[in-house]
Structure formats: structure tokens, C-alpha cells
């Protein structure tokens, strides 16, 4: 391709936006599939709708329907794994799914997502920094590499049959390896990004077939370079990118290529792709800065390339400061004279509309932006860039208004929140020696050699959530919920002694969400009706609002504790989220130090447990499934987080006896590349998932010499699989044979919320059967 022929970039346009549709259509379009209800043909003609319906509210929001400003970055589950299927990367064990070109049809790409019979599911692990969850490719020297899916192609052929010419939408070659774990059967120390060479021939080929159906423009993602988490040494990953994008770019038949790298800078990258011949290239300047100080050659490039800034917050809800976003991008001219306005990530990870939540109150709404408002607000400062400061000025003074009436509104800040906080001292963040705790533990709970748990959560009925919607709508009374979740509780309290579990949990049916309960008796917090975002696959969360500062009006879980507690002689886990989690898993306020809000939550629940303790429950479990999701991306910002967020955890849990028991559970969370930071947690067990990855997690383990009780989870809940009998054997005795048997504890890798009953006990049954099988032969009694 050559400027001659390139169609001009859009002055305004989004990384992304959510799938999910604004009622969760393709959610449940995607469960009837899975449940037989509906065909694949039926799926793709729904999928198709709200395609559709998509680009006309794009369009109507302010994006063009012919400037390739709407992206076409649709997934019916996962991008990663559509990358995946797209270039024919499947693992051995789901060979069978592809037919002679290599092509997977629904069925199979959903059984590669969530496993089926024996064969287990793609790993899955936090994109980036974000609470979505990506499935891991598996590469080997035997992946063999075509073009298997035309159907980013068609998806744009679609859109051009409706009248809009969208932006297709990939993983780019250097982050879809690099997020990318060794095959079963690759050698000891491969990499996946030694097959680079091998894959660029694949992009190539769908470059030119986009080209071919009229794509004037391809985006290319690739947050792994803003990344230093990534394992591979930095020099080989620049160079990949060069030669990457040297050969995608030097390709004859091509649309032009935008390469976006989300969720940080590109810092010693962006040369290497200034130097390349993409035409443009996204800068996250909400995560990073304006770049400054560029040599001569990196400068007279990105002079040459239409330079895209992600100037509008694409991984938070607040309105926030045009005035200040503008300034941005004025800032960028002096890079380039090709300045374009984006969002700073994909969309995906914010709700549809702010309009569509008709309980929020005015004011609130008034400070923020969903989606749909962040478009608008790109459309604003793409009409700044063309005409002018003075076209949009109203606008930006609108942004600041709002942003002033926040700042001053009550609740925002609250004095007696702030003394507490700033009376703290170090005392406060520390519990006794762990060696006499766990004396003082054994003498009180009396558990058998390999305790077995579940995470908290059972399965979340249809009467259940039916319950707690009539509940909402009036048609029973608080008196009549009570006693059906009571009712709940008791039957998995009953369920639990029956299977044999040895530590008990109420099941958690009065929760919607292990966060947005909390939220929901916390002050400073708001709810959303509507805000639904994707969090894997079909599973979508409605993140709570957090707005202010932060206190506990009044006990939360204690009722329902000590309910279940009279209902059992054994031991019962109080349940609660963790500081790091809440935050997390909420739009927090952008207005301070997150490890100041952090310490506000903190002391919330510190009043908690000390409530939970003083009524008689001997275990609490503080969940901390985000410590590694919220870990920077830049190792500069390492210390300081990992000194707030662990912080926030002991000083919620250092106020209790030696006698009491605290628990946390991590999902999802890279045990080794924080280790250091979950051993001064301090918690006296941590569970933590291991079964998707086969107990991989053990090494770090135990070369760490990590000595406080651990559960690496034995059952992957977040696929429909039950897992065998021997398969848990197999599992636990990995365990048991790097880590010494009196740390071990028995547990699945998370909550069971969203599986169903059947599937639920056939599992925990099979992970009894499979512990009493350990037990013998480790010739501890059953």
C-alpha cells in the first residue's frame, strides 16, 4: 500500500465496544445454545441482529458509517480465542473439532472454551490489568498455522451489505504469542514467540483477503507492549515487533494497519513502531503520557503516521476533564498533523448507557459516562480538532461543571471517615506469630488432615433469583425472603454434611454479587440496574459505583453467619470481599490514592469480622480474587501498590484473637508473580486456583517455601465439567508430593455460583471420594 491510495483515519473512533448487548442479548442467546433450546444457525442470525443494532447506535452517537470509525470487534466469547481459531491454533486434545481446512464450527469453538467430557478448557486468566478474563492459546513446535475462520472478513461484509464500511478487529501476531502458554507436548523452554515467522504468513493472508472485501483500515491489538509482566526478555519482544510489523506492513495487498496498545505507554516501542510501515499507531493517554524527549528518526516518523490518542478513560465511568483531554491532544501536534481521538482501551469494560439508570439520582449521573456518553464525548473532541477549540468549548465547560459539583458534593468526603484513617498506626496492620496461631487454631477447630471447603459460593437457583426479584418488585415481603433464603441456607448446610465437607459455608443465596452486596450496605457506594459488562464468556457483572468515602452504617453478614452456624456442629466460614476485590471490581473514584480508599474499605470491614468473631465464628474468609488483576503493568509502580493493597488486607483481619481463623481465596492469579505479596498477607489459608492448569501452581509453592495453609483447587468451576474421581486423586497427590501435608487444604478453584446443582454435587462428591482415597494412603484415618 502506498499514502496514494490510503483512505484518510477517522478524527474520532473507540478501540471497542461491549457485545453483550444492552438486556445481555447474546448472553442469553449464547446459554439457549448451550442449552438446546436454539440452533447455531439461530444463534448467528441473533448474533447478526445485534450487530446490527450496534452499528446504527454507533452511527446515531456520532461515529461515521463510511470512514472505518465504528470497529467491528464483535466475539461471541473471547477475542483471544478467536484469534485462535482464526489462525488454527487449537491444542491436540480438540484436533477433532476441525474439518479439513481447519474450520470450527460453534459447537466445537464453545467446547474449546469450556471443555467437554475429559478434555479440559483453554486456561483462562485477567487481561491485563482489567477484570475481564482472556483463554490462554496453546503453541507448540506441532501447531500448525492457517487461515481456518474467514469470519472477521464476513463480519465486515456484513457490515458493508448494511452500508457501513466498520474497522476490522485482531489480536496482533506479538501479543496473541505472548499471551500464550507451551502445548502439552512442547520442550521444555519453548516459547511461543519463536513461532512468529510461522504465523505473520496467516495475518498476511487475511490481511489481503480484508483488503480484497474493501477494508480500507485493520486494527491490530497489542497491549502486551505496554506490558513488563511479560516473561520473554524486552530486546526479543521489540524485535519481534519489528520484524512483525516490518512484514505486515511491507505485505502488497493490505488495508492500512492501525496498531492500538491499550492499558499503558509503549515506552521503547513506540520507536519500533514509529520505524515500521503501519499507518497508525493508538496511544493510551489515560494510563500514559504524551510522549516527549523522542530521537530525531522516531520523531520524523510518527510525523508521517496519523498518531491516535485514547484520551477518553476506556476502563472507568467518570465523566472526567475534557478540558484537560483536549489539552492532550493538542499536545500530540507537535508529534504529528495527523491527530485522531480515541477511547484509551476498548469499551468492553464499561456498561451501555448512563441514561438507562433510572435509579441513579441526577447529580450522580451527571459525573458520569457509560459507553454510549464516551462516544459522545470523542465525537466532541473530534469536532474540536477539525474546527476548533471554540466549537466545543461549551462542552468542555459542561465536563468541568460537573466535575467542580463533584468534588464539592457531600458524602465525596467525610471527617470522621478521615480521622479514623489518619489515626492508624502500625500496630493496627499486624497479627501475632503464625506458628502460635496455628496452635491455637488446631486446639479450637480440631480439622482432619486434608481439610476440605468449598470457596463460599453454591449455585444460584432460578427460585432464587426469581426470590430476590419479587422481592425488588414488592409481590413478598422482607419477612418472606428471609425465610426462603433461610430455607436456602439450610438446605446447603444439610447438603454439605451429607457429601462430608468439613468446613461449612452458607452458600451465599442473599448475595447478587460477592461485591455488589457489600457495596450495597457500605456508604459511599451506588448500584447500577443496567451496567452490565462481560467478565468471560457469557458471565457478566454489574460493578458497583464507588463515589465516596467509604464506612459500615451497620453489620452486614453476621445474621445470616450465625444462622447457619446454629444449624451445624462444624466449623462455618463468614464470608466476606476483600478490599483490593471491592475496589476492583467497582468503578472506584479517580478523585485520590487509590490506597486511601483502600484503607477506608479496610476499616469497614474490619468492623466486620471483629462483629463475625465476637458472635461465635471461628473462621472468616476475605476474598482477594483481584490482588494480581489490579497489579501494574509497569514494575516502577510495583512497591507502592503491593505495599497499599496488602496493607488494606491486614488491617481488615488484624484485629482478631489467634484463635480465629482468617482465610483468603485468589483466582486467576499467577501465585508465583506474587507470591511475596500473598505470603504478607498474612491470612492463615489461602485457596487459590490450580485445577485449569493442572497444579501447575505447586512449583512456586513450594520453591518459595511458602509455610501457611494453601488450597490449590482441585475443581475448575468455571466449566460444566464434573470432574472423576481420579482425576482429583491425581490432582491432590501432586499437591501433596511439593507441598507438606499439614498446609494442604481441600477445595474447588472458586465459587460454585454459576454452576447448576447436579453438576455441583456429582463434583464435591467425587472431591470427597478423592480425598478419603489420599487420606488412606497417607495412612491418616478417613
Not at 504529528?336 to 441526577?362: K, Q, W
Not at 457509560?370 to 465525537?379: C, E, L, R, S, Y
Request: hydrophobic letters at 40%.
Amino acid at each position: 500500500m502506498t499514502d496514494t491510495t490510503r483512505s484518510a483515519f477517522p478524527v474520532g473512533t473507540i478501540l471497542g465496544y461491549p457485545r453483550i448487548g444492552r438486556r445481555r442479548e447474546l448472553k442469553k442467546a449464547v446459554e439457549a445454545f448451550w442449552g438446546g433450546t436454539i440452533t447455531a444457525d439461530e444463534l448467528e442470525a441473533q448474533a447478526a441482529e445485534l450487530r446490527g443494532v450496534t452499528r446504527e447506535r454507533l452511527a446515531g452517537l456520532g461515529l461515521g458509517r463510511d470512514d472505518a470509525s465504528i470497529p467491528e470487534s464483535f466475539s461471541f466469547y473471547d477475542q483471544v480465542l478467536d484469534a485462535a481459531v482464526t489462525l488454527g491454533a487449537l491444542p491436540s486434545r480438540f484436533a477433532g473439532l476441525a474439518d479439513a481446512s481447519g474450520h470450527v464450527d460453534l459447537a466445537g469453538y464453545f467446547t474449546i472454551a469450556r471443555g467437554e467430557g475429559e478434555h479440559a478448557p483453554l486456561e483462562m486468566t485477567k487481561w491485563f490489568d482489567s477484570n475481564y478474563h482472556y483463554l490462554v492459546p496453546e503453541i507448540g513446535p506441532e501447531t500448525s498455522f492457517r487461515l481456518a475462520s474467514d469470519r472477521i472478513v464476513a463480519e465486515f461484509e456484513e457490515a458493508r451489505a448494511a452500508g457501513f464500511v466498520t474497522r476490522p478487529v485482531i489480536v496482533g501476531p506479538v501479543t496473541f504469542l505472548l499471551l500464550s502458554k507451551p502445548s502439552d507436548e512442547a520442550p521444555e523452554g519453548f516459547r511461543s514467540l519463536s513461532r512468529l515467522a510461522d504465523v505473520l504468513p496467516v495475518y498476511q493472508e487475511l490481511l489481503a483477503r480484508l483488503a480484497a472485501a474493501g477494508a480500507p483500515w485493520v486494527q491490530l491489538d497489542e497491549p502486551a507492549l505496554v506490558s513488563e509482566s511479560i516473561e520473554d526478555p524486552r530486546s526479543e519482544v521489540l524485535d519481534a515487533v519489528r520484524s512483525a510489523y516490518a512484514a505486515l506492513g511491507g505485505a502488497a495487498e493490505r488495508p492500512a494497519i492501525f496498531v492500538a496498545a491499550p492499558y499503558g505507554s509503549l515506552d521503547d516501542a513506540l520507536p519500533v513502531l514509529a520505524a515500521s510501515p503501519v499507518e497508525a499507531i493508538g496511544l493510551d493517554l489515560v494510563r500514559g503520557t504524551v510522549p516527549s524527549g523522542l530521537d530525531a528518526a522516531t520523531a520524523s516518523a510518527l510525523a508521517g503516521k496519523t498518531v491516535v490518542g485514547g484520551v477518553i478513560d476506556g476502563h472507568n465511568i467518570w465523566r472526567g476533564d475534557l478540558e484537560a483531554a483536549f489539552g492532550k491532544l493538542t499536545s500530540l501536534l507537535a508529534l504529528s498533523p495527523d491527530v485522531a481521538v480515541s477511547t484509551s482501551t476498548s469499551l468492553l469494560h464499561v456498561p451501555h448507557d448512563v441514561d438507562d439508570e433510572p435509579a441513579l439520582s441526577d447529580q450522580l449521573k451527571s459525573w458520569l459516562a457509560f459507553a454510549d456518553q464516551k462516544i459522545g464525548q470523542v465525537a466532541t473532541l473530534a469536532v474540536g480538532l477539525v474546527d476548533g477549540h471554540e466549537a466545543v468549548q461549551d462542552a468542555l465547560r459542561a465536563a468541568s461543571a460537573a466535575l467542580a459539583d463533584r468534588q464539592a458534593a457531600p458524602g465525596v468526603r467525610d471527617t470522621a471517615v478521615r480521622a479514623r484513617t489518619a489515626a492508624l498506626t502500625e500496630s493496627d496492620f499486624s497479627r501475632g506469630d503464625y506458628g502460635d496461631r496455628l496452635a491455637a487454631q488446631e486446639e479450637a477447630l480440631g480439622l482432619p488432615f486434608l481439610p476440605t471447603t468449598t470457596i463460599g459460593s453454591f449455585p444460584q437457583t432460578g427460585d432464587i433469583r426469581r426470590a430476590r426479584a419479587q422481592l425488588a418488585k414488592g409481590l413478598i415481603s422482607e419477612a418472606e425472603y428471609l425465610g426462603l433464603m433461610r430455607d436456602e441456607i439450610k438446605r446447603v448446610v444439610d447438603l454439605q454434611e451429607e457429601i462430608g465437607i468439613d468446613v461449612i459455608v452458607h452458600g451465599e443465596p442473599e448475595r447478587n454479587d460477592m461485591v455488589q452486596y457489600f457495596a450495597e450496605n457500605l456508604d459511599g457506594f451506588a448500584v447500577t440496574q443496567n451496567g452490565w459488562v462481560q467478565s468471560y464468556g457469557s458471565r457478566c457483572t454489574r460493578p458497583s459505583i464507588l463515589w465516596g468515602d467509604v464506612s459500615r452504617p451497620k453489620p452486614i453478614t453476621v445474621d445470616w453467619s450465625t444462622y447457619t452456624q446454629s444449624l451445624t456442629e462444624k466449623p462455618v466460614k463468614g464470608m466476606l470481599t476483600g478490599p483490593v476485590t471491592i475496589l476492583a471490581w467497582s468503578f472506584v473514584r479517580d478523585d485520590q490514592p487509590l490506597g486511601e480508599t483502600a484503607r477506608q474499605v479496610a476499616l469497614a470491614l474490619r468492623d466486620e469480622i471483629g462483629d463475625l468473631e465476637a458472635s461465635g465464628i471461628r473462621i472468616v474468609q476475605v476474598d482477594e480474587p483481584a490482588l494480581r488483576e489490579l497489579l501494574p503493568l509497569k514494575r516502577a509502580a510495583h512497591a507502592d501498590y503491593l505495599d497499599w493493597s496488602v496493607g488494606s488486607f491486614r488491617l481488615a483481619t488484624a484485629g482478631v484473637r489467634d484463635e480465629t481463623q482468617i482465610h483468603t481465596h485468589l483466582c486467576y492469579s499467577e501465585f508465583g508473580v506474587v507470591i511475596d505479596a500473598i505470603r504478607n498477607l498474612d491470612a492463615d489459608v489461602t485457596s487459590i486456583e490450580a485445577a485449569r492448569s493442572r497444579m501447575e501452581v505447586v512449583h512456586d509453592i513450594q520453591t518459595s517455601g511458602f509455610d501457611h495453609g494453601i488450597g490449590p483447587g482441585v475443581y475448575d468451576i468455571h466449566s460444566p465439567r464434573v470432574p472423576s474421581v481420579a482425576e482429583v486423586t491425581e490432582l491432590l497427590e501432586t499437591a501433596l508430593a511439593a507441598i507438606p501435608g499439614r498446609q494442604l487444604w481441600v477445595n474447588p478453584d472458586c465459587g460454585l455460583k454459576t454452576r447448576g446443582y447436579d453438576e455441583t454435587v456429582a463434583s464435591l462428591k467425587n472431591i470427597l471420594e478423592a480425598t478419603r482415597v489420599v487420606r488412606e494412603k497417607a495412612g491418616v484415618p478417613a
